[in-house]
Nanobody, 120 residues
Framework: QVPLVESGGGLVQAGGSLRLSCAAS????????MGWYRRAPGKQRELVAR???????EYADSAKDRFTISRDNAKNTLYLQMNTLKPEDTAVYYC??????????????WGQGTQVTVSS
């Protein structure tokens, strides 16, 4: 298993910004799919943004033009820059990764989640 650790959540006023980070650790051969998901209170978990190797990033409609996903492959770290935050962005944000571990075995991992709260 490849642990994922998210950080960067917090409380911010509407219109503000936050940058989330997700670091994958351990022995990793490759990560071909990394993304951010969120679960708002009373709702199901939904995709926010995702990067699949060799493809353009994909974003939820709610995230387009406000959020930017990026990746540092050397550090096996995924980022989500969130600008112009809205109260409806309040949720627990989860990182997901899929790839091959150091022994070439497929893995799929979720982080523990980081809380983002946007006040109006």
């Amino acid at each position: 298993q490849v642990p994922l650790v998210e950080s960067g959540g917090g409380l911010v006023q509407a219109g503000g910004s936050l940058r989330l980070s997700c670091a994958a650790s351990g022995s990793i051969r490759s990560i071909y799919d990394m993304g951010w998901y969120r679960r708002a209170p009373g709702k199901q978990r939904e995709l926010v943004a995702r990067e699949i190797s060799g493809r353009s990033p994909e974003y939820a409609d709610s995230a387009k033009d406000r959020f930017t996903i990026s990746r540092d492959n050397a550090k096996n770290t995924l980022y989500l820059q969130m600008n112009t935050l809205k109260p409806e962005d309040t949720a627990v944000y989860y990182c997901n990764a899929a790839g091959l571990d150091g022994l070439g075995r497929p893995f799929g991992s979720w982080g523990q989640g980081t809380q983002v709260t946007v006040s109006s």
